[in-house]
């Protein structure tokens, strides 16, 4: 075979490999996406995950999870009651689905402690239901000090 096809044939294979429809496990992994604050010894590491659930397949599932990566106690301030957020836009930047709209959250202000390698985890759903196409999924970590923003795309068949 000429060298020439097998690099065009092997991204072509991995392309469709990775759109296929796998249920091996309970969710089926769309996007993922890992945050640093900059820098590898940044104190808070986020990982941004969507998942499909394997029974509702109109269903996704979104984790954005919180790792103090450093060996000492971290204190992550908010400015209210609302902790987090997950948006979600079209392939043109218009946002189609906020967690947080409609909702109403405290005003007054809190913190969260970890110790040092802890993580904790946001997650909420979205019904995707008649939705198709390519879509940005953002997470955003509402913290006054270690405030956080992070975006992975996924494609709706």
């Known amino acids: 075979m000429d060298n020439r096809l097998i690099l065009p044939l092997l991204c072509a294979a ?3 490999f990775a759109a296929a429809p796998s249920f091996a496990h309970d969710e089926k992994p769309l996007a993922s996406a890992k945050h640093y604050n900059a820098d590898l010894t940044a104190p808070i590491v986020t990982t ?3 998942t499909r659930p394997k029974d509702d397949a109109d269903k ?3 984790t954005l999870s919180v790792r103090n990566n450093t060996p000492k106690m971290l204190e992550i301030r908010y400015p209210d009651g609302q902790t987090h957020d997950f948006v979600v836009k079209d392939f043109a930047g218009k946002e189609i689905w906020r967690w947080s709209e409609g909702r109403m959250f405290t005003s007054a202000m809190r913190s ?3 110790k040092g390698k802890e993580d904790t985890s946001f997650e909420e759903s979205w019904s995707s239901k008649g939705q198709h196409g390519s879509f940005t999924a953002v ?3 509402r913290s006054e000090n270690f405030p956080v923003e992070t975006s992975v795309q996924f494609v709706l068949p």
């Open 48 to 50: 941004f995950d969507i």
């Open 139 to 141: 997470a955003i970590l």
């Open 112 to 114: 969260e402690t970890l």
């Open 14 to 16: 991995s392309v469709a």
């Open 60 to 62: 996704l599932h979104f």
